[in-house]
């Protein structure tokens, strides 16, 4: 870590010297340290310690505001615990703002006085950004976004090349040679985002979610310049960067003409592009945006795809993204889509906007230095998972996918991890498409 100095402690206090953001100086000053929030937070329930209280999160950053904002903090600092900006705070904010918070937002829900907390945290975390603290694992994801237009620096050739390939399974799969996934295309109705983690490592959601467009009729395209849904840097809280990532899906989406943004199965993708984007880039969107949960439960409700719950017959459940679902209030219609999918779903408890994170989000996935302690704050959903007796779990975030396969795996649940779009394209007869195509 890159020891402390002036200029880095003047990039730092900028952050809390904004008189634009009256909404952090209020949350700031209303913490009553009552402790609610340690039983609504993975990591102290897993731990017991009272560092991974979300109010002592809280605390780091209003000592520091305390300390060089207010007058008794600057005149008489131990009288409010207020705290210089130092090596050693800093390193305590790197550890529990960005190694010990997943940012779902749970401790807000249940705040006495509705302290938003994961915004504090967020605030937070953008001092370390702007000092230059952010974990190297984190920012080398951001990294790779901003050089190369996608989280996983995947090529334009290797890129292509997966598609032709899931265009191929496409056709097989819907028995029409005339399938297909469109690159590029303007005047569309939809275009499309992915993660970067469906072209590297899960192709067959792409050829899931195309084969729903195609059983709907669906006019839409991909863009080979800008289709990643992620944008890290909401996580890392670096405003320019994740301003810059935001602009770039803006833009190929006015540039494509396209009426409609559908985002993939991304937690914070949905509450990056949707909510925060145009905050980012300080512009309204001309288009819609909307998420692919709804529009497939959109196409499922004007008989658009034809579903058969005969299909799944096992018993499956759902995990709630956290941004998707607590921080973007898209609830009800993941649950629609299943109910019309399989034939028998049960709810984990609790669920829906009380839901209990994986554990991977906040950026943990991307930062390795936490594995440990990610893994660990998991068991909490691990036992949620067995106790419905479910054989499949469906979540439709591919980051909650990826951290839900690990958690198979530590935990030995022997369960089935699927996205929304592959139970959707599963349960889709192929006579059924073709005459609809007709």
């Known amino acids: 870590m890159v020891k402390i100095n002036e200029d880095i402690i003047k990039a730092g206090l900028e952050v809390l010297n904004s008189h634009k953001d009256s909404k952090l100086i209020t ?19 897993t731990s017991n310690d009272k560092r991974f209280i979300p109010a002592r999160k809280v605390e780091l950053v209003s000592a520091i505001y305390r300390r060089y904002f207010t007058f008794i903090g600057k005149t008489m600092p131990g009288l409010t615990n207020a705290r210089k900006l130092d090596d050693d705070i800093i ?13 779902c937002g749970r401790c807000v829900k249940h705040c006495s006085i509705g302290v938003d907390i994961e915004y504090v945290v967020r605030k937070g975390r953008e001092m370390l950004a702007k000092m230059g603290y952010v974990p190297e694992s984190l920012q080398s994801t951001v990294k790779a976004a901003l050089e190369t237009g996608n989280n996983m620096a995947i090529s334009y050739e290797d890129f292509t090349d997966t598609i032709e390939w899931m265009e191929e399974e496409l056709q097989d799969d819907c028995d029409d040679p005339d399938a297909r996934i469109p690159l590029n295309e303007h005047g569309k109705n939809v275009l499309y985002t992915l993660n970067p983690r469906e072209p590297k490592f899960f192709p067959l959601s792409i050829s899931a979610m195309a084969k729903i467009f195609y059983a709907a009729k669906e006019s839409w395209t991909l863009s080979t310049y800008m289709y990643d849904v992620t944008n890290y840097a909401y996580f890392s ?25 559908v985002l993939a199965e991304c937690g914070h993708g949905v509450r990056a592009n949707r909510w925060e984007a145009p905050n980012y880039i300080e512009k ?12 497939i439960a959109e196409y499922i409700k004007e008989g658009r795809i034809k579903p058969n719950k005969e299909i799944i017959t096992e018993k499956t459940t759902l995990h709630d993204p956290c941004n998707l679902v607590r921080n973007a209030g898209v609830i009800d219609d993941q649950r629609y889509i299943l109910k019309n999918c399989v034939k028998d779903f049960v709810e984990m408890v ?4 009380d839901n209990f994170c994986c554990g991977g989000g906040g950026g943990q996935l991307t930062m390795s230095e936490y594995n440990d302690r990610r893994l ?3 068991e909490i959903k691990a036992e949620q998972i067995r106790k419905t007796g479910a054989s499949i779990v469906v979540s439709p975030c591919h980051n909650c996918i990826d951290q839900l396969s690990q958690i198979n795996v530590t935990y030995k649940l022997n369960v089935k991890i699927k996205t929304l779009a592959e139970i959707v394209a599963d349960t889709l007869l192929v006579e059924n498409m073709l005459n609809n195509n007709k």
């Open 27 to 45: 949350h700031l000053n209303s913490c009553v340290h009552c402790g609610l929030c340690a039983k609504t937070c993975l990591y102290y329930l």
């Open 91 to 103: 390193a305590e904010m790197i550890d529990l703002l960005y190694g010990a918070c997943v940012m």
């Open 237 to 261: 809280s670096h405003p320019a960067e994740a301003k810059t990532i935001a602009q770039r899906i803006y833009d190929e989406t006015d540039k494509l003409k396209a009426k409609r943004l």
């Open 284 to 295: 309204e969107f001309p288009f819609d945006v909307i998420t692919s949960v709804e529009i």
């Open 350 to 353: 609790p669920y829906g906007t």
């Open 376 to 378: 660990s704050i998991a």
